[in-house]
């Protein structure tokens, strides 16, 4: 059966998360009910990682074989034609060699998170983004930001970032880059790892936010990285701001969003040595 | 009374349109019974252009007269408070002298239209633009549209142009700017006029994308001007890619959102010569 590549736009919102489960709609029940209903086969569809309930893709890369083999725009259009009307769209969508897998070969995902800042509540980027209204301080402080996020560069154990409910085997893991960025009305920050301990993105977005607003100094971040205690850390931003953005492969380079520069290591389709979650 | 002016943005797609109807919700009314719970009194709020169903607002300008005199970021925040859960916003206000109308001191109105061009179906950009997928002769030829819109500039009768149930007194009007660029992944058409026919800018949009798809050479649209005929021109393009962007006001240069170099004359508070509708 021949394998494809897909890279996914899906909007968060409307699912319980990435994964199949009892409780609601998933995006990856949503995309093999397409591909059944296109090809006849019960078709797994697996995900370079999962997104939590909320959580958005700009460009979740998975993979799946069809009993059929088709040109892949029509597998593209066959697949969109039936998601029709979830809020899933198969962007793109190649043929692969069947040892290609959208998981276990991925050597690095990354993450944006978008912080939108204005006195008014959104409305055309509602759910779209994080919310921040500016503070007696103003707008938040993305130099200091961006400065806390070094402290987070490297191989840690991010315990300290870590949802009480995560499953992984170590809290150990190798963080190849956290960038922040001043945009029109906002914040954009960048993150790059092998792999991420559950919520480890938004629980670093909700502490670099508390120094973007003068409540922490950038070296506490440090502090509360050694503490290896949740408590230390700050809230977990919400799920609306955070996007899947793309995910590197061996010898592919980066596969999804134009995310900005990527981190040594990564252009050359390699990321430190993490074990995959 | 004090008087504010309001600068807006809404989702058009929860609304009949800007103006207060028998048969749904409109930004008015929804304004309107939040300045009520807000102020105790019964307000009118008029704005400088009435938008149809569906058609957003990045920046739409009103005014209202208010029976308290609180700070406009006061008068801003009360306001976004009672409008909550519609999809409008203040975005921001301030007092303005008695003699400011949002409407009959408007010398001129900009709108922005988006469209989007790919394969697969918008998902975090739906509702937000017109989804023309790319058809064999590629993407749409922004240049060949760009000088489509030279031939609809200037003092004409735009008849081929008007909707039907357009109640204005006369088809002509003056078209100031018209002007279309290629962005990331589709177009931005923008239309700057003192006033509008009824659904001209959509109407002008859907007989540029015949020009940009190659079915109408853009020499063809100076015809189809010249004819005055509605069944002339194209199909009027979809509400959900219309953004009511700003209006011009006398010393106030443009108010509202970034939408581009203005037309000559509009940057020192002119616009042509047209009656207001």
Redesign the interface.
């Known amino acids: 059966m021949p394998r494809f590549r897909l890279i996914l ?3 968060g919102a409307a699912f319980v998360g990435w994964q199949r489960q009892d409780n609601g709609d998933s995006v990856q029940a949503a995309l093999e009910a397409a591909a059944l209903a296109y090809s006849g086969g019960a078709v797994q569809v697996l995900a370079s990682g999962r997104t939590d309930s909320g959580v ?1 893709a ?1 460009a979740q890369v998975a993979h799946l074989d069809l009993p059929r083999d088709d040109p892949p ?1 029509t597998v ?2 066959a697949l ?1 034609a039936h998601l ?1 009307p979830a ?5 793109d969508c190649q043929p692969v060699a069947d040892d290609f897998h959208a998981r276990f070969s991925c050597l690095g995902r990354c993450y944006l998170y978008r912080i939108l800042e ?7 980027a ?1 759910g ?1 983004a994080w919310w921040v209204p500016p503070g007696r301080g103003g707008r938040l402080d993305a130099e200091a930001m961006a400065e806390a996020a070094t402290h987070l560069l490297g191989r840690h154990d991010f315990t300290s970032f870590r949802a009480s409910q995560c499953q992984a085997d170590s809290p150990l893991r190798t963080l190849d880059g956290l960038s922040v960025r001043a945009v029109e009305g906002g914040l954009e920050i960048r993150a790059w790892a092998r792999s991420f301990l559950h919520h480890q993105v938004r629980n670093m977005v909700g502490t670099l936010k508390l120094v973007g607003q003068g409540k922490l100094a950038p070296g506490e971040v440090a502090i509360i990285l050694a503490a290896r205690d949740r408590a230390r850390a700050g809230p977990t931003a919400p799920p609306e701001g955070l996007y899947f953005a793309g995910a590197l492969y061996p010898d592919a380079a980066l596969v999804g969003a134009d995310f900005g520069a990527p981190p040594p290591g990564w252009a050359d389709g390699k990321s430190r040595a993490d074990s995959s979650r």
């Open positions: 736009e899906y909007d958005h700009l725009q593209r259009n969109n029709k809020p899933v769209a198969v962007l204005r006195p008014a509540p959104l409305v055309l509602r779209r």
